[in-house]
Nanobody, 119 residues
Framework: QVQLVESGGGLVQTGGSLRLSCAAS????????RGWYRQAPGKQRDLVAS???????KYADSVKGRFTISRDNAKNTMYLQMNSLEPEDTAVYYC?????????????WGQGTQVTVSS
């Protein structure tokens, strides 16, 4: 089992910055995919950014150049640095890990953290 705890959300004005953290615990040794999703009211949950076990990052087009995903393996923590925030970034942000042996991969989710960007 893997437990994920997010922190760092809040209220910020347009153009501001926030850094989200996702602290992982449990059996994280075989987690091979990690990332952040977000879900705005009335909308589906969408992938924002992902990072592979090798450190390769991918981003949704809407956040490229503004958001940066990173990992601190020593702290077992993943981050999402969000700059130049826009009202359209308002959502609940969830971190996820995909973990397990290849024949039994499971998705693990954090509880979510609210990000609100005021205009």
């Amino acid at each position: 089992q893997v437990q994920l705890v997010e922190s760092g959300g809040g209220l910020v004005q347009t153009g501001g910055s926030l850094r989200l953290s996702c602290a992982a615990s449990g059996s994280t040794f075989n987690c091979n995919a990690r990332g952040w999703y977000r879900q705005a009211p009335g909308k589906q949950r969408d992938l924002v950014a992902s990072i592979s076990s090798g450190g390769s990052a991918k981003y949704a087009d809407s956040v490229k150049g503004r958001f940066t995903i990173s990992r601190d393996n020593a702290k077992n923590t993943m981050y999402l640095q969000m700059n130049s925030l826009e009202p359209e970034d308002t959502a609940v942000y969830y971190c996820y890990h995909k973990c397990g042996p290849p024949w039994l991969l499971s998705d693990y989710w954090g509880q979510g953290t609210q990000v609100t960007v005021s205009s």
